[in-house]
């Protein structure tokens, strides 16, 4: 096995174990044998996590064992991040991003928002447990061109519905373009509440981004 096979197997069974010094050992380490920062995040760290949902779903994981997976893959992110929104160039848009209110899920909203700096968007983050009158404020500080709404419970995903009306109360929806996502949330949902976009993963989100505002792919 070649020691890019070794740091890739490395990682993912690290950060399966939530053991967060090697992952991010591993991590430098690929970076300075030149491996692609997108092949450590797909074909290692997001596996595990994958992985880490499908133990927590059998009850073989616990919340803790969930929780220092993703401390784990978060240090990795942090290392990764600047690799891969590298850009410079003028800005294609603002995309204003959050976890909406009562969902503390941040890593797939994060993985959005390092490609969409990747692909040239200035983002901001408004972070995790976003309440609606925030998103409004928000909205009327940063002009954002698209704004993302992330939630991974089935418990969460109705604030979508809450978020839209508030923006809509304050004036505000005709303005931005409205993407929603997250591990529970399908198209059929996103039609249901009335958002203009849904997208399965972060690739995607920026397709679809780019596409809503009319910028060529
Ligand atoms: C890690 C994790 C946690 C961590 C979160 C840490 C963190 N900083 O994010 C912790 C331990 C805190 C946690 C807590 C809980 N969790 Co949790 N968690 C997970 C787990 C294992 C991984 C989630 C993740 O980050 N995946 C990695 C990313 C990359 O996922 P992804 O979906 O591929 O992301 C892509 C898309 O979703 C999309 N996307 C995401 N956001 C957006 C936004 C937009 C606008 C767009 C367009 C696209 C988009 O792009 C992303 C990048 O490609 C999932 C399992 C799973 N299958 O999702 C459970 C899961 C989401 N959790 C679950 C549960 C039940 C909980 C708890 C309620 C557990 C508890 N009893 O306390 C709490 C709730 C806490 C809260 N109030 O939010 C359930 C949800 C079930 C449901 N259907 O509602 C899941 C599905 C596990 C399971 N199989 O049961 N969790």
Redesign the pocket.
């Known amino acids: 096995m070649s020691r890019e096979e070794e740091i890739l197997d490395g990682l993912y069974e690290n950060t399966l174990n939530g053991m967060a010094p090697p992952v991010v050992e591993l991590t430098k380490e690929g970076i300075a044998l030149n491996m692609d920062p997108m092949v450590l995040l797909f074909d290692a760290l997001?596996p595990a996590?994958?992985e880490?949902?499908?133990l927590?779903?059998i009850g073989e994981y616990f919340?803790p064992e969930?929780?220092i997976?993703?401390?784990a893959?978060?240090g990795a992110m942090e290392i990764l991040q600047p690799l891969i929104a590298e850009s410079g160039a003028e800005p294609l848009g603002t995309f204003l991003?959050g976890?909406v209110k009562?969902?503390?899920?941040?890593?797939?909203?994060n993985?959005?928002n390092v490609?969409l700096e990747g692909a040239g968007f200035k983002v901001i983050d408004i972070g995790?447990?976003v309440a609606p009158e925030t998103f409004v404020e928000a909205i009327k500080e940063h002009k954002p061109d698209a704004v993302?709404?992330?939630?991974?419970?089935?418990?969460?995903m109705p604030m979508f519905i809450t978020n839209i009306e508030a923006i809509e109360e304050a004036g505000l929806r005709d303005q931005v373009k409205i993407?929603?996502?997250?591990?529970?949330?399908t198209q059929e949902y996103c039609d249901t509440v009335g958002a203009d976009?849904?997208?399965?993963?972060?690739?995607?989100?920026v397709r679809?981004t780019k596409q809503l505002l009319g910028i060529p792919a």
């Open positions: 997001i996590l994958e880490v949902g499908r927590f779903e919340v969930m929780l997976a993703a401390k893959m978060s991003m976890t009562g969902d503390i899920h941040d890593i797939g909203k993985l959005c490609m995790v447990n993302g709404m992330s939630a991974f419970l089935t418990t969460t993407l929603v996502g997250g591990a529970p949330v976009g849904f997208a399965p993963d972060a690739n995607s989100c679809l």
